[in-house]
């Protein structure tokens, strides 16, 4: 499992390789660490063990670099380094600090991939500033470089825990108190494991379970996988199960469950690329005799969407693409609408690696005024009686609670019902926010 080095002697061996050609597209072509590394392990033909290695070198690297880029600063005797240096730097100090790899294994392989990918120059200052890293352990390290937790507790987890401080702020004006931030970032920092959905009348709980999976506590359609490729299973592969957060599971069952007087026939997800929720959405209407219509502004996501419900009989669901702020239907058309709104995706860190790093301040404030148009047009697009789940997988105060108060609040025909906030450190889901508001019927 490895390759000769161009310009060293020693081999570099595959997985970090591959790690490294990760970390280099994040950084250089503002790609995607989730949709690029399938194509970076396809090309170095990863499989099992190895592509494991890969992901959990990258994903570990992008991640935490807020926490491993002061200690590789503390090393360092001259300030600047390649930006290039810098990454093979953040792959060694992750084996060092947070995984299972012997200190010479994983200085001696970062000095063979410096060499091969950047020169033999840096060579020597890798192997420097690693062996100056592996004399302490992480909590000696975070001591050292992190502000201490009794002076500010939110400088020193955005350090500890590799957050950047606004961040933490929003997360931690979400949470309401100081008290479990920590364990929410932690939380943050830990892979999720992969969970299923059976999706009803298509498969069944227990052909997942069979595959190697545990039942989810909440949803009664979840399946957490214990390991393996879930695209081996045959119910994923032809659509009749799927990749889903339990979170985003209740979010929907939000929706569809929601007691409604009346008529029950028309359903709308306005927000509907890639096409999770409206997968279970729609399996979910052509049980009970319903049509969902599932809507997507970008024409790409609106094919993702027909991709995930192909296993759904056609007459129980139409994809539409469009925009959901100039809406295509009459007012009252529908008896339910999910409103999954274009958010931050400050609640799923643990699934993007370097999504904390590319977020802004600004995109909140940005996201925000079309959340609320998106929730006012869903308010008008469900018939008086009818009900509408606004959810986000985002905690922050100011798209969810928020939004849900400043359109219910210059509206007098709504009222809320329900609402609930998930999140990773107690509930094992990404942090999915979701409200319930019902249109009042007319007197
Ligand atoms: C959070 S994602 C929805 C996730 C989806 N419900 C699922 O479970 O797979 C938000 C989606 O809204 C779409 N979107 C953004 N602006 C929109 C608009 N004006 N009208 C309709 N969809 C829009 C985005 O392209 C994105 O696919």
Request: proline residues 7%; charged residues 25%; glycine residues 8%.
């Amino acid at each position: 499992m490895s390759d000769r080095s161009p310009a060293g002697r020693r081999p570099v061996d595959r997985p970090r390789r591959a790690a490294l050609e990760v970390l280099t597209a994040v950084r250089v072509d503002g790609a995607y660490a989730n949709l690029v590394l399938p194509q970076v392990l396809r090309k170095h033909r990863l499989e099992g063990r190895d592509a494991g290695l890969a992901t959990e070198l990258a994903s570990g690297a992008i991640r935490m670099h807020g926490l491993y880029d002061p200690i590789i600063d503390a090393c360092l005797t001259k300030p600047r380094l390649q930006p290039e240096v810098r990454d093979v730097l953040r792959l060694g100090v992750h084996q060092l600090l947070a995984m299972r790899v012997p200190d010479h294994a994983a200085i001696s392989t970062s000095v063979d991939l410096v060499r091969a990918t950047v020169g033999r120059g840096p060579a020597g200052l890798v192997n420097a500033v690693l062996r100056k890293v592996s004399r302490q352990d992480r909590g000696t390290w975070i001591e050292q470089v992190a502000p201490a937790p009794d002076t500010d507790l939110r400088d020193h987890l955005a350090v500890a825990e590799s957050h950047p401080r606004w961040v933490v702020d929003e997360l931690a004006e979400a949470l309401g108190s100081d008290d479990e931030l920590g364990r929410l970032l932690a939380a943050d920092n830990a892979p999720p494991r992969v969970t299923l959905v059976a999706r009803p009348g298509l498969a069944e709980v227990a052909e997942l379970e069979a595959a190697g999976g545990t039942r989810t506590s909440r949803s009664p359609y979840g399946v957490v996988l214990d390991g393996g490729d879930p695209g081996d299973i045959a119910a994923v592969a032809e659509g009749r199960a799927g990749v889903q957060d339990e979170g985003s599971q209740l979010v929907a069952l939000a929706m569809a469950d929601a007691p409604l007087a009346g008529r029950d026939e028309r359903w709308l997800d306005l927000c509907a690329g890639p096409g999770g929720k409206a997968a279970l959405l729609a399996s979910l209407a052509f049980r009970r005799g319903a049509t969902l219509v599932a809507h997507e502004r970008q024409p790409h996501r609106a094919a993702l969407v027909a991709s995930a419900v192909r296993a759904v009989p056609p007459e129980a669901v139409h994809v539409l693409a469009g925009d959901g702020t100039r809406p295509a239907w009459v007012p009252g058309t529908f008896d339910r609408v999910l409103v999954d709104a274009p958010c931050s995706g400050l609640g799923a860190l643990r699934r993007r690696p370097e999504s904390r790093w590319r977020r802004t301040p600004e995109d909140v404030e940005v996201l925000v005024g079309l959340q609320q148009v998106l929730l006012d047009v869903a308010l008008e697009s469900v018939r008086p009686g009818g009900v509408v789940v606004y959810a986000t997988c985002s905690p922050v105060l100011t798209e969810t609670v928020q939004v849900v108060e400043a359109v219910v609040g210059r509206r007098d025909d709504v009222e809320e019902v329900d609402r609930f906030q998930l999140w990773p450190h107690r509930d094992g889901t990404d942090a999915m926010f979701a409200a319930t508001l019902r249109r009042r019927a007319l007197a």
